[in-house]
Nanobody
Framework: QVQLVESGGGLAQPGGSLRLSCVAP????????NGWFRQVPGKEREFVAT????????VYADSVKGRFTISRDNAKNMVDLQMNSLKPEDSAVYYC?????????????????WGRGTQVTVSS
């Protein structure tokens, strides 16, 4: 079973930046895509971004397009999410996930391994 560990969350001001990282200690991610999702209390977990194994295909939610960048380093077993121009509505718990299908997907049900999440708060 793949265990994922997120880091890099915290407090940022509107317009600021944060970089989230996700690692799978001691075990390769595999050849499937990885994604980032987020969730606020009382709402469903929502898709943020995904990247395929090769790193050449990325998909973003419209709400973060142009501001967030997902990337991966398979040699380091790491997937990052660079978040720029942060807005208060970006505040959420961010989760890293590993897909069980071989294509970049936005569907929650296509991901079967999850981290515990890292809190991101955007506030002045």
């Amino acid at each position: 079973q793949v265990q994922l560990v997120e880091s890099g969350g915290g407090l940022a001001q509107p317009g600021g930046s944060l970089r989230l990282s996700c690692v799978a200690p001691g075990r390769p991610f595999g050849v499937y895509p990885n994604g980032w999702f987020r969730q606020v209390p009382g709402k469903e977990r929502e898709f943020v971004a995904t990247v395929n194994y090769g790193g050449g295909i990325t998909v973003y939610a419209d709400s973060v397009k142009g501001r967030f960048t997902i990337s991966r380093d398979n040699a380091k077993n790491m997937v990052d999410l660079q978040m720029n121009s942060l807005k208060p509505e970006d505040s959420a718990v961010y989760y890293c996930a590993a897909a069980r299908v071989p294509f970049a997907t936005q569907k929650l049900s296509d991901y079967d391994y999850w981290g515990r999440g890292t809190q991101v708060t955007v506030s002045s």
